[in-house]
């Protein structure tokens, strides 16, 4: 018996949702941002129970389930790569074009890894080299993670 | 065997429009560290979560994950439970069976919203079918507009009689410290209010909320030692009737979804006069005629009634069934927390934690949910240990 | 864990793109074949729990298109937005708390949307969603964590994908059978180093349900059941830089308490089959450290071995997993599925023989965040 489905193009619809989002960031996310934003300094804070400095800073440890926006310290710039990828396929939302790479870097000061991209000198890049955030000029600076337009193999 | 439950522990966040200060999940942080607090458990003694919202107010996937720092789930297990506007019953239901499973014996139910993230009615229209309904018939009021619409011509309920429900629940709403919207409002003011598609205007509709509310679920094993007095969990039903928008456009028959939840439910915990039998209702209505409309689905009252029964005062904080000292959804709306908050209101009465806004002598109390495509969540808790 | 037990299983046929069927469609069909399988009727059927994910089906409430499909019409109905085997154990739950007899069902049509948002959107839209980190870009992370750590190479991986491609050539539901071998995954397109094309799962369309019952339920079901012994879920923490992703601590505690409640202290010897969510290649002996197969790094010496392959002491993925049939959420429910026709030993070409026990995993979230560990046997 012929299969009806293979001599007929299925209908299909075609639609795309537009939902705007405007997400709070919140005090804690607020005057990490501002801190890219306004003085170029990368801020982290630390858990007063488990001694751990989270970058982007906290308002509360995950692990101890205590406040952590008490003790604010200022991080290094630099930083060690625990982590990467060097990024080869195409997608819209990607803020450089492929390659480039994302990495998770401990930063001086810090004790877990910050999310952030390296875009340069990719044939440099492995695990335990030294990194250094490049910020934008201050001018195009606008409290967003992208402040820091990426991380520099040193 | 099923185990008994009982909530322990409530906690809500005070709700506002926004809620700059904190990100979804700090939100979430503050939620949960208050039932804690209520019922002296740290969130080490926790042994599972179960988290909800309506995830295209956010833009966040696989929320459960995402809110693991905020809501203690670290190394815990967490699970996300969602059914639109019904979440937060839905996340306090799932709770219980988590514990009546006899597998966790504390389980800690969140819902939450952040509805200024986004813009309400974009994200909602959403839930229409995208071929067959979205084109048309969506959003969330034009579908309660036609349900307003029906009701007035078969009964002859009037604007006014419906105006009367906002006016209840925002008056009632004065005595809730965490309420969204805390000044009383008239009936004229809520008939000068501007109309948004006939016969629902500004003040007969539920407000937008960035908030959230946490509970702590506990199995019978250690109920008792947790609180004083324990809201146990008599029944819980759902009907999720609908598919479609056009399915549910059946006037006559009421909402069929509210009326098979609450049957199933006042058979399992042995209520047959409901008006008379429960003390106090937390009920989701969206808006006002839902107040009318659905004393007569929950048989407080009997069919085309609804306007009288509330007309004649039985449902305010002195009448024979209190409706929403909470203020109820009129007055707060945090979508993902709504319905959780029906429940959490519910065993506050029943717990005698109710401080200005208690019913005295609350034995048992009603909690509804409500959302999607007409559908309803019921849960009865009472101070007796089943 | 007594006296609860799946009695009905079905699966579609996974494929790249069905054109022809909604997902209403995917699940009244999934639902009605798990009913008639367990030898019930859809009025035995005591309550639903679905599973769907409105960035997957692109609608708020998406679990609304699919409750008339799944037969939950005036019944007791919750959905879950997570994995399968999250949303199973809910439904365990249920009927342990006394629902009755469960159905179970989840559904994705990939084809419908575009898997990279749906997957970018996991992350955190202040600090990580603008990076346009997405699944593939965040898993190439943790595979690198684990070959800086435990010195596990692109060959490790790639011996993987070949032999799970190529189990799926028995599993008529499998959406990618292939004969391949280590050279033919490590030629393919590199993505983001180390994965590369045949190192990732595809994206798919299908849907799988499940039926779980207690004693009573098992009496009236005509199928062999099969016990659950033991289920755990757990997660861990969400920034991907506060976690050790070499370390898959959450799969470890999620699989102590499951064998705990199974009563198995030697997992080797004690599980005859693996059903594993290999979402990518790197995933497989990572996964098999964290369920207590082996010690840190070695994972990949369990396949060297010929310990995890069809004819190994513990075949893993007889059914060609998820590198070979990846419809999100269903995936997870999928493996329980595999698991019990293990059990039943009606798993046809890729069955086990003897099989008793058997241990099918699920995760949740970026690089396994979240596991859920089930524990199967066909003895009581």
């Known amino acids: 018996m012929?299969?009806?489905?293979?001599?007929?193009?299925?209908?299909?619809?075609?639609?795309?949702?537009?939902?705007?989002?405007?997400?709070?960031?919140?005090?804690?996310?607020?005057?990490?941002?501002?801190?890219?934003?306004?003085?170029?300094?990368?801020?982290?804070?630390?858990?007063?129970?488990?001694?751990?400095?989270?970058?982007?800073?906290?308002?509360?440890?995950?692990?101890?389930?205590v406040d952590t926006d008490v003790a604010w310290?200022?991080?290094?710039?630099?930083?060690?790569?625990?982590?990467?990828?060097?990024?080869?396929?195409?997608?819209?939302?990607?803020?450089?074009?492929?390659?480039?790479?994302?990495?998770?870097?401990?930063?001086?000061?810090?004790?877990?890894?910050?999310?952030?991209?390296?875009?340069?000198?990719l044939e440099r890049l492995k695990t335990g080299v030294r990194v250094r955030a490049r910020f934008r000029p201050a001018s195009e600076r606008r409290g967003h993670i992208l402040d820091i337009d990426c991380f520099e193999i040193i | 065997m099923a185990q008994r439950v009982a909530i322990v522990g409530t906690g809500q966040t005070d709700h506002k429009s926004h809620r700059p200060d904190v990100s979804g999940r700090e939100m979430i942080r503050e939620a949960v560290q208050r039932p804690l607090d209520d019922c002296g458990l740290t969130i080490a003694e926790i042994d599972a979560i179960v988290i909800g919202n309506m995830d295209h107010f956010e833009s966040i996937n696989y929320v459960d994950t995402w809110s693991v720092e905020g809501s203690g789930a670290f190394m815990k297990p967490i699970m996300k439970v969602t059914t639109g506007g019904t979440t937060g019953t839905s996340v306090a239901i799932a709770a219980v069976y988590h514990a009546a499973s006899g597998l966790f014996e504390r389980v800690l139910a969140i819902g939450w919203e952040k509805n200024s993230e986004s813009d309400t009615t974009a994200a909602i229209i959403t839930c229409s079918d995208p071929v067959w309904d979205r084109f048309s018939y969506s959003g969330a009021i034009p579908?309660?507009?036609?349900?307003?619409?029906?009701?007035?011509?078969?009964?002859?309920?009037?604007?006014?009689?419906?105006?009367?429900?906002?006016?209840?629940d925002r008056n009632n709403a004065i005595h809730n410290p965490h309420a969204h919207l805390r000044r009383s409002i008239t009936l004229e003011e809520v008939m000068a209010s501007p109309m948004l598609a006939y016969p629902i205007k500004l003040l007969d509709i539920c407000p937008r909320t960035d908030g959230a509310c946490a509970v702590v679920f506990a199995a019978d094993s250690v109920a008792p030692k947790l609180a004083a007095q324990p809201a146990w969990i008599q029944a819980t039903a759902v009907r999720h009737t609908y598919t479609w928008f056009g399915d549910s456009t059946n006037y006559d028959a009421g909402l069929v979804s509210l009326q098979r939840a609450s049957r199933e439910a006042y058979q399992k915990a042995g209520i047959r006069r409901p008006a008379e039998d429960l003390d106090v209702a937390e009920?989701?209505?969206?808006?006002?005629?839902?107040?009318?409309?659905?004393?007569?689905?929950?048989?407080?009252?009997?069919?085309?009634?609804?306007?009288?029964?509330?007309?004649?005062?039985?449902?305010?904080?002195?009448?024979?069934?209190?409706?929403?000292?909470?203020?109820?959804?009129?007055?707060?709306?945090?979508?993902?927390?709504t319905a959780l908050l029906r429940v959490a209101e519910a065993a506050v009465q029943v717990m005698g934690k109710g401080g200005a806004r208690q019913v005295p002598g609350v034995r048992r109390a009603l909690a509804t949910g409500f959302g999607g495509c007409f559908w309803s969540d019921v849960v009865i808790l009472g101070a007796a240990r089943p | 864990m007594d006296n609860l037990a799946v009695v009905g299983v079905a699966q579609t046929p996974f494929e790249r793109c069905k054109p022809d069927q909604t997902v209403f469609d995917l699940v009244y069909e999934t639902v009605r074949n798990a009913i008639d399988d367990a030898g019930l009727m859809p009025a035995d059927i005591g309550n639903?729990?679905?599973?769907?994910?409105?960035?997957?089906?692109?609608?708020?409430?998406?679990?609304?298109?699919?409750?008339?499909?799944?037969?939950?019409?005036?019944?007791?109905?919750?959905?879950?937005?997570?994995?399968?085997?999250?949303?199973?154990?809910?439904?365990?739950?249920?009927?342990?708390?006394?629902?009755?007899?469960?159905?179970?069902?989840?559904?994705?049509?990939?084809?419908?949307?575009?898997?990279?948002?749906?997957?970018?959107?996991?992350?955190?839209?202040?600090?990580?969603?603008?990076l346009g980190i997405e699944a593939v870009g965040a898993a190439a992370l943790q595979a690198r964590a684990i070959m800086d750590r435990y010195g596990l190479t692109e060959s490790d991986f790639a011996k993987v994908s070949v032999k799970n491609h190529g189990n799926a050539r028995h599993n008529p539901c499998a959406q990618l059978p292939m004969a391949l071998t280590v050279d033919?995954?490590?030629?393919?397109?590199?993505?983001?180093?180390?994965?590369?094309?045949?190192?990732?799962?595809?994206?798919?369309?299908?849907?799988?349900?499940?039926?779980?019952?207690?004693?009573?339920?098992?009496?009236?079901?005509?199928?062999?059941?099969?016990?659950?012994?033991?289920?755990?879920?757990?997660?861990?923490?969400?920034?991907?830089?506060?976690?050790?992703?070499?370390?898959?601590?959450?799969?470890?505690?999620?699989?102590?308490?499951?064998?705990?409640?199974?009563?198995?202290?030697?997992p080797m010897g004690a599980i005859d089959v693996v059903e594993l969510y290999d979402a990518f290649s790197y995933m497989e002996p990572l996964w098999l450290e964290g369920l207590g197969f082996c010690g840190p790094g070695e994972g990949g010496k369990l396949l060297d071995q010929g310990v995890t392959t069809m004819n190994g002491a513990m075949p893993v993925n007889p059914s060609g997993g998820v590198?070979?049939?990846?419809?999100?959420?269903?995936?997870?429910?999928?493996?329980?599925?595999?698991?019990?026709?293990?059990?039943?030993?009606?798993?046809?070409?890729?069955?086990?023989?003897?099989?008793?026990?058997?241990?099918?995993?699920?995760?949740?979230?970026?690089?396994?965040?979240?596991?859920?560990?089930?524990?199967?046997?066909?003895?009581?």
């Open chain 2, 283 to 337: 009920l989701y209505l969206p808006y006002t005629w839902a107040g009318l409309k659905w004393m007569e689905d929950l048989g407080f009252c009997p069919p085309g009634e609804g306007a009288r029964f509330v007309g004649d005062g039985h449902t305010q904080m002195t009448g024979k069934i209190p409706v929403n000292p909470s203020g109820g959804v009129i007055s707060t709306n945090c979508i993902g927390a």
């Open chain 3, 184 to 266: 033919d995954v490590l030629q393919s397109e590199a993505l983001a180093d180390p994965i590369k094309r045949l190192d990732c799962s595809p994206v798919s369309d299908g849907a799988a349900a499940v039926v779980i019952a207690d004693a009573e339920g098992v009496r009236k079901a005509r199928s062999r059941p099969v016990w659950i012994r033991g289920v755990a879920h757990c997660a861990e923490a969400y920034f991907l830089g506060d976690r050790d992703l070499s370390d898959p601590a959450a799969l470890r505690e999620a699989a102590r308490r499951a064998y705990a409640m199974a009563g198995i202290t030697h």
């Open chain 1, 2 to 65: 012929e299969n009806w489905l293979d001599s007929v193009t299925p209908l299909t619809l075609e639609g795309q949702i537009a939902v705007p989002y405007t997400w709070w960031v919140g005090e804690t996310g607020s005057r990490f941002l501002i801190a890219l934003r306004d003085e170029g300094k990368i801020l982290g804070n630390r858990c007063p129970s488990c001694g751990t400095v989270y970058v982007p800073p906290r308002k509360n440890c995950g692990r101890c389930y």
């Open chain 2, 143 to 168: 579908s309660l507009a036609t349900e307003a619409s029906a009701y007035m011509q078969k009964t002859g309920a009037t604007q006014e009689d419906a105006a009367r429900v906002a006016v209840r």
């Open chain 3, 48 to 130: 639903v729990v679905t599973v769907s994910n409105d960035f997957i089906d692109g609608r708020t409430i998406s679990s609304m298109a699919v409750g008339d499909a799944a037969g939950a019409h005036d019944k007791n109905i919750s959905t879950v937005e997570g994995d399968g085997t999250f949303g199973a154990f809910y439904g365990a739950m249920r009927t342990l708390g006394g629902l009755g007899t469960t159905l179970v069902v989840a559904h994705a049509k990939g084809s419908e949307g575009d898997v990279r948002y749906v997957t970018n959107g996991m992350f955190d839209p202040v600090y990580h969603r603008l």
């Open chain 1, 73 to 121: 310290v200022t991080l290094g710039s630099e930083g060690t790569v625990r982590s990467h990828t060097i990024v080869r396929f195409s997608f819209p939302l990607q803020p450089a074009p492929p390659p480039f790479a994302y990495a998770l870097i401990r930063l001086d000061g810090a004790d877990v890894g910050l999310l952030h991209l390296i875009k340069h000198d």
């Open chain 3, 323 to 380: 590198l070979s049939a990846h419809a999100m959420l269903v995936a997870g429910l999928a493996r329980i599925v595999e698991a019990v026709l293990q059990l039943r030993g009606s798993a046809g070409f890729r069955q086990v023989p003897g099989a008793k026990t058997a241990l099918a995993h699920g995760i949740n979230g970026p690089c396994g965040q979240s596991h859920c560990v089930w524990v199967l046997s066909n003895e009581q």
